[in-house]
């Protein structure tokens, strides 16, 4: 008769079992261990149960049980991300796309509670292959390319990553340099676009530039020159369908007054914005205002019926791209007069 | 036509001695040459003592018929000042082309060792740079200066001597124990430029010396990028190595960090590097996968893991003295002894 193993030995002797050496340091006792494991768990119990007497209470939704779950699920997430270590892999742009939907949380939530962005148009944009999107530039900081990101992402049917292409000044800047380029961003190079859009994917350009987004307050949605025209060359090229984006509410997130030339040319920067709130009030200038925004994307301009050798055609090219300026503004006009106010 | 008689120029460091070893079984008759004393002795080829910067090299291309030569003997990054890369570089790729030019010259075949390098590294590069975009917009110092002078003078000579088939090979940063990224990125505790995280590409040792091996029996000519696929951030790059990033050189004015590091006596950082390490460099490199129809058989993330894994190995001491071993064993034992005495 074989003697039976107690549940210890068993454990012991299963080929499962790996050596495992005692970790240093203090260990705590067991049901305090336990306890730490589930607290997380209880915590969310214990607001369901607030949010749901509460809402008996006074009769509507207090607690948003959708929006606790969001910002556990970040914060697990970011655990997770952290866990991984060196033992990723980014593309040879240097886009980290698991981390980057990890951010994508926090600007939904930006997007959603914040500007309130009303989208319309997103099936314009392909669910596959190469895409070129034009929008119009604005606001001191590029929040207009994160939200035209966010709207992509979590309005479209498949869920697409946009990758914005920069000006170069910004790659130049510390911080700036490595988390656009880890959140997808490219250089604004004709030879980055080329290489982006022969890859299928969609690439998002302002034409304006710096120009666009230093431009002052009282100059609000009125587009700047479309630079030469690169953008229509380079999609002529690629054979990809230009798609234009009117973006209405990023003029007023930071009403530019003035611009401080010398101070720019020292840092090396486009300009130096001068707001109500900005250098005056410090890091709390740098808050962006409330303004209600708009983004909507235009029917696609195809350029696969024109041959490769167009893109040479410097007529063809600018009176395209004035085509392209022509819907943007237009767009503007309309979503301007849909909009009832600036922060409502 | 296949090679026949060759003339390595520089093989007393181990890229050089690796290129012999691979070109040994391959061509009838080798010879090597360079100022030191070669790392190991190599049977089927024969040793010189010739400095590239004495116009000598002519005599030896004559005297020994020499029909394919392969200059290597190109600093990249070296800890001597650069007034003495310059004269390797610049005097000395010079007149190893004044003895290949002779008209009588039996030299059909030339292979120069160039380096990614040369493209510099700025913020307003594009992401990748192609053969033809050396230099587009910013003006070049130090090393990257060097290495455009000797590619010119490399071009120039090509358009001269239509006779010769020349390639010119950029090779991407290597980072085995003699280079300075590799002993930068071997630090305990790496110090990086604040608020930069730079895509580095990386080329295998192997496939240094695999590429030149076939550019010299092949038939290619022109310039190619090679590097291996793929990148890999430089915070994955130390964290890989077991380092630690240590983000406390300030974003601007990198000359005072280098200074302020080699007076510390913590890392010496040549200029070209401190560029890429900010804004990272990355190449195509689809033109020699077309032409060569091989691609380097280590990405830059697996050049990255090999260089770990080499340095977590255990030394292991031969019993006696080795005599029967591959070359690279064998280099790499006396490199690892060296350190054990130092």
Same mark, same amino acid.
């Given at each position: 008769?074989?003697?039976?193993?107690?549940?210890?030995?068993?454990?012991?002797?299963?080929k499962?079992?790996e050596?495992?050496?005692?970790?240093?340091?203090?260990?705590?006792?067991?049901?305090?261990?336990?306890?730490?494991?589930?607290?997380?768990?209880?915590?969310?119990?214990?607001?369901?149960?607030?949010?749901?007497?509460?809402?008996?209470?006074?009769?509507?939704?207090?607690?948003?049980?959708?929006?606790?779950?969001?910002?556990?699920?970040?914060?697990y997430?970011?655990?997770?991300?952290?866990?991984?270590?060196?033992?990723?892999?980014?593309?040879?742009?240097?886009?980290?796309?698991?981390?980057?939907?990890?951010?994508?949380?926090?600007?939904?939530?930006l997007?959603?509670?914040?500007?309130?962005?009303?989208?319309?148009?997103?099936?314009?944009?392909?669910?596959?292959?190469?895409?070129?999107?034009?929008?119009?530039?604005?606001?001191?900081?590029?929040?207009?390319?994160?939200?035209?990101?966010t709207?992509?992402?979590?309005?479209?049917?498949?869920?697409?990553?946009?990758?914005?292409?920069?000006?170069?000044?910004?790659?130049g800047?510390?911080?700036?340099?490595?988390?656009?380029?880890?959140t997808?961003?490219?250089?604004?190079?004709?030879?980055?676009?080329?290489?982006?859009?022969?890859?299928?994917?969609l690439?998002?350009?302002?034409?304006e530039g710096?120009?666009?987004?230093?431009?002052?307050?009282?100059?609000?949605?009125?587009?700047?020159?479309?630079?030469?025209?690169?953008?229509?060359?380079?999609?002529?090229?690629?054979?990809?369908p230009?798609?234009?984006?009117?973006?209405?509410?990023?003029?007023?997130?930071?009403?530019?007054?003035?611009?401080?030339?010398?101070?720019?040319?020292?840092?090396?920067?486009?300009?130096?914005?001068?707001?109500?709130?900005?250098?005056?009030?410090?890091?709390?200038?740098?808050?962006?205002?409330?303004?209600?925004?708009?983004?909507?994307?235009?029917?696609?301009?195809?350029?696969?019926?024109?041959?490769?050798?167009?893109?040479?055609?410097?007529?063809?090219?600018?009176?395209?791209?004035?085509?392209?300026?022509?819907?943007?503004?237009?767009?503007?006009?309309?979503?301007?007069?849909?909009?009832?106010?600036?922060?409502? | 036509?296949?090679?026949?008689?060759?003339?390595?120029?520089?093989?007393?460091?181990?890229?050089?001695?690796?290129?012999?070893?691979?070109?040994?079984?391959?061509?009838?008759?080798?010879?090597?040459?360079?100022?030191?004393?070669?790392?190991?002795?190599?049977?089927g080829?024969?040793?010189?003592?010739?400095?590239?910067?004495?116009?000598?090299?002519?005599?030896?291309?004559?005297?020994?018929?020499?029909?394919?030569?392969?200059h290597?003997?190109?600093?990249?990054?070296?800890?001597?000042?650069?007034?003495?890369?310059?004269?390797?570089d610049?005097?000395?790729?010079?007149?190893?082309?004044?003895?290949?030019?002779?008209?009588?010259?039996?030299?059909?075949?030339?292979?120069?060792?160039?380096?990614?390098?040369?493209?510099?590294?700025?913020?307003? &590069?594009?992401?990748?740079?192609?053969e033809?975009?050396?230099?587009?917009?910013?003006?070049?110092?130090?090393?990257?200066?060097?290495?455009?002078e000797?590619?010119?003078?490399?071009?120039?000579?090509?358009?001269?001597?239509e006779?010769c088939?020349?390639?010119l090979?950029?090779?991407?940063?290597?980072?085995?124990?003699?280079?300075?990224?590799?002993?930068?990125?071997?630090?305990?505790?790496?110090?990086?430029?604040?608020g930069?995280?730079?895509?580095l590409?990386?080329?295998?040792?192997?496939?240094?010396?695999?590429?030149?091996?076939?550019?010299?029996?092949?038939?290619?000519?022109?310039?190619?990028?090679?590097?291996?696929? +793929?990148?890999?951030?430089?915070?994955?790059?130390?964290?890989?190595?077991?380092?630690?990033?240590?983000?406390?050189l300030?974003?601007?004015g990198?000359?005072?960090?280098?200074? +302020?590091l080699?007076?510390?006596?913590?890392?010496?950082?040549?200029?070209?590097?401190?560029?890429?390490?900010?804004?990272?460099?990355?190449m195509?490199?689809?033109?020699?996968?077309?032409?060569?129809?091989?691609?380097?058989?280590?990405?830059?993330?697996?050049?990255? &893991?090999?260089?770990?894994?080499?340095?977590l190995?255990?030394?292991?001491?031969?019993?006696?003295?080795?005599?029967?071993?591959?070359?690279?064993?064998?280099l790499?034992?006396?490199?690892?002894?060296?350190?054990?005495?130092n």
């Amino acid at each position: 008769m074989i003697a039976e193993e107690t549940r210890v030995e068993r454990r012991r002797n299963s080929k499962k079992a790996e050596i495992v050496a005692p970790r240093q340091g203090l260990r705590l006792p067991k049901p305090i261990r336990r306890l730490q494991r589930q607290a997380p768990l209880f915590a969310l119990q214990a607001v369901g149960e607030l949010s749901s007497r509460l809402r008996q209470l006074t009769g509507r939704e207090v607690i948003d049980l959708n929006r606790i779950m969001e910002v556990v699920q970040f914060i697990y997430q970011q655990r997770e991300l952290a866990r991984r270590g060196s033992d990723y892999a980014v593309d040879d742009f240097g886009f980290d796309p698991e981390w980057t939907e990890s951010f994508l949380t926090v600007f939904k939530a930006l997007y959603r509670d914040y500007w309130r962005v009303e989208t319309t148009g997103v099936e314009h944009v392909p669910a596959t292959g190469r895409a070129l999107l034009v929008a119009n530039h604005a606001g001191v900081l590029p929040w207009d390319g994160t939200m035209i990101k966010t709207s992509v992402f979590s309005e479209h049917a498949h869920p697409r990553h946009v990758r914005a292409l920069v000006a170069s000044q910004f790659m130049g800047m510390p911080v700036m340099s490595w988390f656009l380029r880890r959140t997808g961003q490219a250089v604004g190079h004709p030879d980055d676009t080329r290489r982006l859009l022969e890859r299928d994917e969609l690439v998002l350009v302002f034409p304006e530039g710096t120009r666009g987004t230093g431009k002052s307050f009282k100059d609000r949605y009125r587009l700047r020159r479309f630079g030469r025209g690169g953008f229509v060359a380079t999609a002529i090229r690629a054979q990809a369908p230009i798609i234009p984006v009117s973006v209405v509410g990023s003029e007023e997130i930071y009403p530019m007054v003035g611009d401080l030339r010398p101070v720019a040319r020292l840092f090396g920067l486009p300009y130096f914005p001068v707001t109500p709130f900005w250098p005056w009030l410090g890091p709390l200038g740098m808050i962006p205002l409330p303004s209600k925004w708009r983004i909507q994307f235009h029917p696609p301009v195809e350029v696969a019926h024109l041959p490769v050798s167009a893109a040479e055609d410097q007529h063809l090219v600018m009176a395209l791209a004035d085509d392209v300026r022509d819907i943007i503004q237009e767009g503007i006009y309309a979503n301007l007069k849909l909009r009832r106010g600036v922060f409502l | 036509m296949t090679p026949n008689r060759v003339l390595l120029i520089g093989v007393s460091n181990p890229l050089g001695a690796e290129v012999a070893r691979r070109l040994a079984p391959l061509v009838p008759s080798l010879f090597g040459c360079d100022k030191a004393d070669p790392v190991s002795a190599l049977e089927g080829m024969d040793f010189v003592h010739a400095d590239t910067r004495l116009s000598v090299i002519g005599k030896l291309v004559r005297q020994l018929h020499i029909d394919t030569v392969v200059h290597m003997a190109v600093m990249v990054d070296s800890p001597g000042e650069e007034r003495s890369i310059h004269e390797t570089d610049v005097i000395g790729t010079m007149n190893v082309l004044v003895g290949c030019t002779a008209p009588s010259s039996p030299v059909r075949r030339l292979v120069v060792k160039s380096s990614q390098a040369v493209y510099g590294a700025g913020p307003h &590069d594009p992401s990748f740079f192609a053969e033809d975009m050396t230099n587009v917009d910013k003006p070049a110092s130090g090393i990257t200066r060097d290495l455009l002078e000797m590619e010119q003078l490399v071009s120039e000579f090509a358009l001269r001597n239509e006779r010769c088939g020349v390639s010119l090979l950029r090779l991407g940063f290597r980072v085995s124990e003699d280079t300075s990224l590799g002993r930068y990125l071997a630090l305990p505790i790496v110090p990086t430029f604040a608020g930069y995280d730079p895509r580095l590409q990386l080329l295998h040792e192997d496939d240094a010396a695999e590429v030149i091996v076939r550019a010299t029996v092949g038939e290619h000519t022109g310039i190619f990028n090679v590097a291996g696929s +793929g990148v890999v951030l430089l915070s994955q790059a130390i964290a890989i190595m077991g380092g630690r990033p240590a983000p406390i050189l300030p974003p601007y004015g990198r000359w005072f960090a280098r200074l +302020g590091l080699k007076v510390a006596g913590w890392v010496d950082m040549p200029a070209h590097l401190a560029d890429v390490l900010a804004y990272g460099s990355v190449m195509d490199c689809s033109r020699v996968e077309a032409d060569f129809g091989w691609k380097p058989a280590h990405s830059s993330r697996q050049t990255m &893991d090999a260089l770990a894994h080499g340095r977590l190995a255990e030394v292991i001491e031969a019993p006696s003295p080795p005599q029967e071993y591959e070359l690279q064993v064998y280099l790499q034992q006396r490199r690892r002894r060296g350190r054990l005495l130092n």
